[in-house]
C-alpha cells in the first residue's frame, strides 16, 4: 500500500497528490508514468509521474476528475493509501544536450510538461514555456513553471487571464521575435498538439508530441494506446509516450479517442452513484 502523504485541489477538476513510493522516486525520470489502482476492486489506471524527490521517497501526480476511477481516487484523503502503485514506466524524455527549448503544455497536460521543463532547467538549457487553458479558473501550476523558465506565457481561451488565444499564436510570436529552438515539446489535447506540429513545421523546428491522452492500461496489452508513427504501428505507453511529432498519425489518433467516450461516461455515473450512496 503506498501512502498518500498530501492531497491539493489545483482547480475545481484537477488534483494533485504526494504519495510515499521510495522505489519509484529512486528511478522516476520526466515523461515517465505510473499504474494507480485507487481500491482492490478498482480499474487499472496510467498517470504521469508530475514530479519526485529521490531523498523523500515521493512521488507527486496530478490527475484530472474526469472517469470513474479518477473519482475514486480523489475520494481518499491524505493519510489513506492507494492499493496499486506501479511504475516507473514508459521511455522518458530526451532531455541532454539542448541549448534552448520550448515547451507548450495544454490543460492538464501542463503537469507532464513541468517536470520535462524543470528538468531542462536543470540542466543549463534556456527554457521557454507556454501554457493553455480555457480559462483563468483553471489555470494550474503558474509558479512552478515560472521558477524554471526564461520565458513564460499564459494563454486563455477566453481572455481571462494572461493573453486571449491559443498555444501556437504564442509559439509563433516567440519564433518570429528571433528565438531559434533546438525543439519544441508539447503536451496536452490531441487538436493542440497537432496545429503546434503544423506551425512548428512551418517554421522547420524539430517536434516532440508526448502521446499520453490515448493510453489505458499502460501496458500495451490492451491495444487501445496503438497509434501510426511513419507508417508503423507503435504503442504509447511500451513504444514512448514521446514521438517525432512530424510522424505521428493525429487524425487517426483522434478518431480512436473517440471510441471509449459511452463506456468512460458509464463508469462514471456508476462510480459517481457508488461514491454518493457511501456518504450517505
Request: contains cysteine; aromatic residues 6%; charged residues 25%.
Amino acid at each position: 500500500m503506498y501512502k498518500i502523504l498530501e492531497k491539493t485541489a489545483l482547480n475545481p477538476t484537477v488534483t494533485e497528490m504526494l504519495i510515499e513510493a521510495p522505489l519509484i522516486a529512486k528511478k522516476a525520470m520526466p515523461g515517465q508514468f505510473i499504474i494507480v489502482r485507487p481500491l482492490a476492486d478498482s480499474e487499472r489506471i496510467p498517470l504521469t509521474i508530475a514530479g519526485y524527490d529521490r531523498v523523500k521517497g515521493t512521488v507527486k501526480i496530478i490527475f484530472q476528475i474526469v472517469g470513474g476511477t479518477t473519482m475514486e481516487l480523489n475520494a481518499l484523503r491524505a493519510g489513506d493509501s492507494v492499493h496499486d502503485f506501479v511504475g516507473p514506466l514508459g521511455r522518458a524524455t530526451e532531455v541532454e544536450g539542448f541549448k534552448k527549448v520550448c515547451v507548450i503544455g495544454g490543460g492538464v497536460g501542463c503537469a507532464i510538461a513541468l517536470p520535462i521543463a524543470e528538468e531542462l532547467h536543470a540542466r543549463g538549457c534556456i527554457v521557454h514555456s507556454v501554457v493553455g487553458f480555457r480559462n483563468h479558473d483553471l489555470l494550474i501550476l503558474e509558479k512552478e513553471f515560472q521558477a524554471c523558465s526564461e520565458e513564460f506565457r499564459v494563454m486563455t481561451d477566453d481572455g481571462s487571464y494572461g493573453t486571449k488565444g491559443v498555444v501556437t499564436a504564442a509559439l509563433e510570436e516567440l519564433v518570429n521575435a528571433g528565438n531559434q529552438y533546438d525543439e519544441v515539446i508539447t503536451i496536452g489535447p490531441l487538436i493542440m498538439m497537432k496545429f503546434a506540429v503544423k506551425t512548428c513545421q512551418k517554421f522547420g523546428i524539430k517536434s516532440v508530441v508526448s502521446m499520453n491522452p490515448i493510453m489505458i492500461d499502460g501496458t500495451g496489452m490492451c491495444g487501445g494506446c496503438r497509434l501510426t508513427v511513419g507508417g508503423e504501428t507503435k504503442f504509447a505507453c511500451v513504444d514512448g509516450p514521446d514521438f517525432d511529432g512530424d510522424l505521428v498519425d493525429f487524425d487517426e489518433a483522434m478518431k480512436r479517442g473517440t471510441m471509449y467516450r459511452d463506456f468512460e461516461a458509464h463508469a462514471r455515473e456508476a462510480a459517481c452513484n457508488l461514491l454518493n450512496k457511501e456518504v450517505q
